[in-house]
Nanobody, 120 residues
């Protein structure tokens, strides 16, 4: 069973930085893709960033140039480095993994979320 545990959220002033971590267990990490979504109060969950098992990345336009997603395959960890934070980045950040299981559909697993609050 795949399990994800996020950490690193908190309160930061605008312009500050945070690094979120996602500890993954129960999967073959080397073939697993990792990503982050976020959800602001009263809004739908939105895509933030994704990194494939081959370390190819993509980002939402709203975070390009400010956020960096990475992974450490030796530690089964995913990271989201967030710089130049602004109040619009406030929300609960969720880590997810996509684990290929051919011929079955890819398995998506979600973490419990970590709160990020950016004050003006």
């Amino acid at each position: 069973q795949v399990q994800l545990v996020e950490s690193g959220g908190g309160l930061v002033q605008a312009g500050g930085s945070l690094r979120l971590s996602c500890q993954v267990s129960g999967s073959t990490f080397s073939v697993t893709h990792i990503g982050w979504y976020r959800q602001a109060p009263g809004q739908q969950r939105e895509f933030v960033a994704h990194i494939t098992h081959a370390h190819s990345t993509n980002y939402a336009d709203s975070v390009k140039g400010r956020f960096t997603i990475s992974r450490d395959d030796s530690r089964n960890m995913g990271y989201l480095q967030m710089n130049s934070l602004n109040p619009d980045d406030t929300g609960v950040y969720y880590c997810y993994t996509d684990t290929p299981r051919p011929p079955r559909p890819t398995l998506r697993t979600w973490g419990q979320g970590t709160q990020v609050t950016v004050s003006p």
